[in-house]
């Protein structure tokens, strides 16, 4: 198919899991912009063409105001009532893993590893700080800047639906200021400060939450170098959370 783009994956069951994602996602009609699933295959999923770019720094306060404006509206949709520590099934079917899920494990096996040079928490730390989260829910996507295209009048689009879970508001903010200084080198305080006034605005659209603190976002932060540190050794992050954090 021309003029498409085309995202495999490395099993039937990968792609069912991501198309139902992304129908889920679509069937709240949020502020999220999706691109257009043209076809579903046996490994694959055929999408419309969006051009754009990957998200800049530049970005960062547009992207946390357009996030906030998505986990808000799902948070008002659907998710309030949905418990971080349990798996959530939607309406229509879609189950959404629990937060802590495969999380707790993950942590110990890379901190073992030795896989988060610099980590500002112990495994018993982190795992205490994921599995007592709590409060108001959103999802968690990977909000990383690869997973957003920037179209030329400026839309964020939100790309790859692999993988959905629960996760406090304010997680998946966490998730994109890490790899956008991660990919993009040190990003300045104030900056992220202003992104994440934007993002609690934005959630308060929707909702009326207390906003996520600069202590909570970056105690997520943490978590997100515990879990995201070990790929940069393939050259897909340049710089390392614990040498660049604010």
Same mark, same amino acid.
């Given at each position: 198919?021309?003029?498409?783009?085309? %995202?495999?994956?490395?099993? @039937?069951?990968?792609?069912?899991?991501?198309?139902?994602?992304?129908?889920?996602? /679509?069937? &709240?009609?949020?502020? *999220?912009? $999706?691109?257009?699933?043209?076809?579903?295959?046996?490994? @694959? $999923? =055929?999408?419309?063409?969006?051009?754009?770019?990957?998200?800049?720094?530049?970005?960062?306060? /547009? &992207? *946390?105001?357009? $996030?906030?404006?998505?986990?808000?509206?799902?948070?008002?949709?659907?998710?309030?009532?949905?418990?971080?520590?349990?798996?959530?099934?939607?309406?229509?079917?879609?189950?959404?893993?629990?937060?802590?899920?495969?999380?707790?494990?993950?942590?110990?096996?890379?901190?073992?590893?030795?896989?988060?040079?610099?980590?500002?928490? /112990?495994?018993?730390?982190?795992?205490?700080?994921?599995?007592?989260?709590?409060?108001?829910?959103?999802?968690? %996507?990977? *909000?990383?800047?690869?997973?957003?295209?920037? +179209?030329?009048?400026?839309?964020?689009?939100?790309?790859?639906?692999?993988?959905? +879970?629960?996760?406090?508001?304010?997680?998946?903010?966490? %998730?994109?200021?890490?790899?956008?200084?991660?990919?993009?080198?040190?990003?300045?305080?104030?900056?992220?400060?202003? @992104?994440?006034?934007?993002?609690?605005?934005?959630?308060?659209?929707?909702?009326?939450?207390?906003?996520? +603190? =600069?202590?909570? &976002?970056?105690?997520?932060?943490?978590?997100?170098?515990?879990? /995201?540190?070990?790929?940069?050794?393939?050259?897909?992050?340049?710089? $390392?959370?614990?040498?660049?954090?604010?």
């Amino acid at each position: 198919m021309s003029g498409l783009y085309v %995202k495999r994956y490395a099993s @039937a069951a990968a792609a069912k899991h991501a198309a139902a994602n992304y129908a889920w996602l /679509t069937r &709240l009609q949020g502020p *999220a912009h $999706l691109p257009e699933l043209r076809a579903i295959g046996e490994q @694959a $999923l =055929w999408f419309e063409h969006i051009a754009g770019r990957h998200a800049l720094p530049t970005d960062l306060v /547009t &992207l *946390a105001a357009h $996030l906030g404006d998505m986990h808000g509206s799902v948070h008002q949709a659907e998710l309030r009532t949905a418990e971080l520590r349990k798996p959530y099934r939607a309406a229509d079917g879609q189950v959404l893993p629990a937060f802590p899920g495969s999380r707790l494990a993950a942590i110990e096996r890379e901190l073992s590893a030795g896989n988060a040079p610099g980590a500002m928490l /112990t495994a018993r730390q982190a795992q205490r700080l994921i599995s007592d989260a709590d409060g108001p829910t959103a999802f968690y %996507k990977d *909000a990383n800047p690869r997973n957003f295209l920037i +179209t030329p009048d400026g839309t964020p689009v939100t790309i790859d639906f692999d993988h959905l +879970t629960l996760a406090p508001i304010g997680y998946d903010l966490a %998730k994109l200021i890490v790899t956008m200084a991660m990919t993009h080198g040190p990003q300045p305080a104030s900056g992220i400060a202003q @992104a994440l006034d934007a993002y609690n605005s934005a959630v308060r659209q929707h909702t009326a939450t207390m906003p996520v +603190t =600069w202590d909570e &976002l970056m105690n997520w932060a943490e978590i997100h170098h515990i879990l /995201t540190a070990r790929y940069a050794s393939d050259g897909r992050y340049p710089h $390392l959370w614990n040498e660049i954090r604010p």
